[in-house]
Structures are given as structure tokens and as C-alpha cells.
């Protein structure tokens, strides 16, 4: 089947088996008579596209915005997010000398009333069309959030938390302003919010200030906003903070040196922000047809990962075959399996949305999938594995590299006998594996603590159908004397 420019298939890409290496591992410091032989064998890996019509996010950094391509369909993203506001106060975050507090003789606010409210959204990256003119609009939540672990799901409906929907604010951008100075790595969204929220806010704080004594009085004052994608296309925003700025003026009567009257006026402001003591959900809407589309999922020479979820890639391992050649030979009282090495061949990728394939890739059982990023695991080279993409796209055996899964084949095989109720298993049995893009978090020492599914616009084609990949098992026998 022909792609077109969405994946650029290289089918010269060969496999090197090495089986003739790898049978003499070891041959060279194997002590005489111990009876040790090393063997290999390599097995066809059965390899589809999958559909995931949703993904577990849950992050700090949302996306918003819209962006399409032909083959890869169309990524709408919006968020919505609550705010810190226990503590708050009109005079908490000001780093002046001169004190200002709301009610105290001789201070006051200049007209007795916060000037505005200005929704700040930051961002750290985007994907898309610089200059692509989007709007986005701000709505207040009608309640609080959801906590349940279902609500981390892309697929998250928002409407029962925006009905009645009120609207808030909403203004026009381009992803960078090409008159504009790249002096920072962070550029920002303003929206300037209704004036109904500043006097709420000030009323709260003169007429019932214990809606701040709390996290659960503050929700009940101001639940948070959800914030939409309402114009254009071609431009996805990754969010690295959202935050609403009130400001105001305080006027100050004061008196000079010379015993004369005065007076001056300060220009101030606070703010509450998203942290992460508090929820923000994603929302990530990639309409596909049902089935899919076809060239993806019933490709003859490929397989297909992409992500905000959609196209997935999913193999059956070969677990009965493997065990069944490593208790073939019965001249042999001990077997033992070194390795079984799976490289996951690609070919070479186009970028997409301006952004690299996926580097990390989770190797999981399917039925597993979703229980990994629920509990928030990391891998633990037995029942899931990392893959990791080379920098290097010209490189023969170009691919996601998952290394020696030995232990995972040997674990899934004695779960296998222990759900068939079997003592030995046979060639046909297999178990059903997910290869899933993920983001890998990892300390200054380079170990991952952190794993959570990839979410930025991006896919990648394996080989798979015709051009199928492969295992490469290595063993050890002890032959009888």
C-alpha cells in the first residue's frame, strides 16, 4: 500500500540476524567438560495497528488549541483548571516597603475597587503555524473537578462543569508575534476576565473573608475555568502555567518632611494560579472514522503509532514457541534463557506537526496498559520495558531498541500455564503486547522516576505485514553426559 507524506517508508531496511555470533557467546570462557552449549534461534514477531479512542493524562503541562493533516486527522485540545486561593489577599505577594492593607485608616483602594482580572496563559512550546490566528475563550467550571481516575482520560466531557456556561473573556493570538523579541523561552496568552470577578473577589475579601480559609470555601467562591479553543487551526500551545492576575491602585494620604500635606498612588496587584495542589484536566478530541482509516490500520508493509492516542502498535509474542525450543533438546538436563532481544525496526520518519517522533516507547501487555499510568508505575524490566529511538535516522537497524526481555517472556509464560491450568505450553500460545509513546522523567543522575504517556502531536510507522520483525533468543543447554 503507497503512503503518502505523513511516513516516509525505507523498505531497504534489512535485518541482521548474526546468528552465527551470537552461537559462539561464551564459547571462548566456558572452562573444558562442563557440557555447556549456546544456542540461538529467531522468531517472526506478528505485529497491528490498534485503535486507543483515548489516553491517562495526567499533567502540569495541558495543550490548547487546534491542528490537522490529512493523514493524521485533526487534534483539538482545551483545559480546564482550578486555582490555589487559600491565604489569598490583596497584599500577599507585594515586595515594597510600604505595607497596604484593605480597610486600615488612611489606606484605600483608588475607587474603591480592583481596575481588572487578566488571565495569563503561559506556554512553553508550540506545535503548528507561528502565525496561524487562534482565539481562545474562558468559561467558569459551575463546580469543581472531578478526582476519579476516569477524569484523567483525554476523552473527559466538560459540559455537566461549565452548565450554564458563562463566559468570561476571550481574545485572539499567533503562537509568536514575528515583530516580537525572542528574549524568553515562555510567551503569554491574555485574556482580560469579566469585571463581575474582580468585585466578587473584593467582596469575598470585606464581606466573608472565610472564603479563603480554605481550599473547599475558595471552590465554592470561584470553582476555576475551563478554557477553550473557539477559533482557528494550526496551532497546538503546550501550557506550562495558568495563572489570573488582579490588579488594583491603593491611595495613600501622607505627610512631608516641611509638615505639608500629601498624597500618592501605587499601582499593585496579586494572583492565584494553578499549582499542583489542585486539578487541571485535558481534554484531547481526535475524531476517527470508525474502523479507522484504512490505509493505517490494514497497511501490508507497516504498522502505525501516534499520539494524542489514536493509532497504537501491538504484537504477539511468541511466548510458547520460545519456551518449547528451549526444552527441545532432551539430551539437555538444564536450559537456561540468556536473551531474547526485540528491536522494533522503523522506518525512517518524516517530522511532524514540527516536532521528532516519540523517543520513549512502553512495552506492556495490552490488558495492562491503562493500569501502568493509573498507579503511576515505572518500568521494571520484567513486566514492562522502555524502548528508546536513536538520534541517528540513517542507522540500519534504525528502531525502538527494547533490549533483553528474557524475564517478561519467562513471567508470561508461567502465567500462561497458570491461566490455562497446563504444565507445558504449546507453539500457538501467545501473549498480546502494546507498544505505547510515552514522556520519561528522569533525575540528575539519569534514572527515570517518572513515566506518563506521550501527548504531543507526533506518530512514527514500524515495519510490520510483509516486512515482519523479529526476536533474536539466546540460550544456554546442558547436554548430558
Not at 490455562?420 to 500460545?429: F, M, R, S
Request: with cysteine; aromatic share 10%.
Amino acid at each position: 500500500m503507497k503512503l503518502n507524506s505523513f511516513f516516509l517508508l525505507a523498505f531497504g531496511v534489512l535485518l541482521c540476524a548474526c546468528e552465527d555470533t551470537l552461537t559462539n557467546i561464551g564459547s571462548t570462557i566456558r572452562p573444558d567438560g562442563d557440557n555447556l552449549t549456546v544456542k540461538s534461534a529467531i522468531f517472526n514477531i506478528k505485529s497491528s495497528t490498534f485503535l486507543a479512542d483515548s489516553i491517562y493524562i495526567r499533567t502540569s503541562s495541558p495543550l490548547l488549541g487546534e491542528i490537522n493533516d490529512n493523514l493524521y486527522g485533526t487534534i483539538r485540545s482545551d483545559y480546564a483548571a482550578e486555582f490555589y486561593g487559600k491565604g489569598f489577599t490583596l497584599n500577599a505577594y507585594d515586595n515594597d516597603t510600604l505595607a497596604f492593607q484593605l480597610g486600615r485608616k488612611g489606606d484605600s483602594l483608588l475607587y474603591n475597587r480592583l481596575d481588572s482580572a487578566v488571565l495569563n496563559i503561559i506556554y512553553s512550546a508550540f506545535i503548528g503555524d507561528s502565525t496561524a490566528p487562534m482565539a481562545v475563550t474562558a468559561y467558569e467550571l459551575s463546580q469543581p473537578l472531578p478526582s476519579s481516575t476516569d477524569a484523567f482520560y483525554s476523552n473527559v466531557d466538560f459540559t455537566p462543569y461549565i452548565s450554564p456556561l458563562k463566559e468570561l473573556g476571550s481574545t485572539g493570538y499567533t503562537a509568536r508575534d514575528p515583530l516580537a523579541p525572542t528574549t524568553s523561552k515562555l510567551d503569554t496568552v491574555q485574556v482580560v476576565l469579566d469585571q463581575e470577578l474582580s468585585d466578587r473577589f473584593l467582596e469575598a475579601l470585606r464581606n466573608k473573608p472565610s472564603s479563603f480559609s480554605s481550599q473547599e470555601n475558595f471552590e465554592k467562591l470561584f470553582p476555576g475555568l475551563y478554557l477553550k479553543n473557539t477559533f482557528g487551526n494550526g496551532t497546538i500551545l503546550k501550557i506550562a502555567a495558568t495563572e489570573i492576575f488582579f490588579h488594583y491602585r491603593t491611595y495613600h494620604p501622607t505627610t512631608t518632611t516641611q509638615g505639608k500635606d500629601s498624597a500618592f498612588i501605587r499601582n499593585r496587584s496579586t494572583f492565584i494560579q494553578v499549582t499542583p495542589d489542585v486539578i487541571q484536566l485535558n481534554s484531547l478530541e481526535n475524531p476517527i472514522q470508525p474502523g479507522g482509516n484504512p490505509e493505517l490500520m490494514n497497511n501490508d508493509s507497516a504498522t502505525f503509532i501516534t499520539s494524542p492516542g489514536g493509532y497504537f502498535t501491538q504484537i504477539k509474542l511468541p511466548v510458547g514457541a520460545i519456551i518449547d525450543t528451549l526444552n527441545a533438546d532432551k539430551n539437555s538436563s538444564n536450559q537456561y534463557l540468556n536473551g531474547v532481544n526485540l528491536n522494533m525496526l522503523a522506518y525512517s520518519p518524516t517530522k511532524i506537526f514540527s516536532q521528532n517522533p516519540p523517543k520513549y516507547m512502553l512495552l506492556i501487555e495490552k490488558s495492562k496498559m491503562n493500569e501502568f499510568f493509573e498507579q503511576n508505575k515505572t518500568p521494571d524490566n520484567k513486566t514492562s520495558f522502555i524502548g528508546v529511538l536513536p538520534d541517528d535516522t540513517t542507522k540500519v537497524n534504525f528502531g525502538y531498541d527494547f533490549g533483553n526481555i528474557n524475564k517478561m517472556v519467562l513471567a508470561l509464560a508461567e502465567e500462561l500455564k497458570s491461566s490455562k491450568g497446563v504444565t507445558d505450553l504449546t507453539e500457538q500460545d501467545s501473549v498480546t503486547l502494546a507498544i505505547v509513546p510515552i514522556s520519561v522523567g528522569l533525575d540528575s543522575y539519569n534514572n527515570i522516576i517518572r513515566v506518563s504517556n506521550y501527548f504531543l502531536p507526533g506518530g512514527i510507522s514500524l515495519k510490520g505485514g510483509k516486512n515482519t520483525q523479529q526476536a533474536t533468543m539466546v540460550y544456554t543447554l546442558k547436554v548430558n553426559e
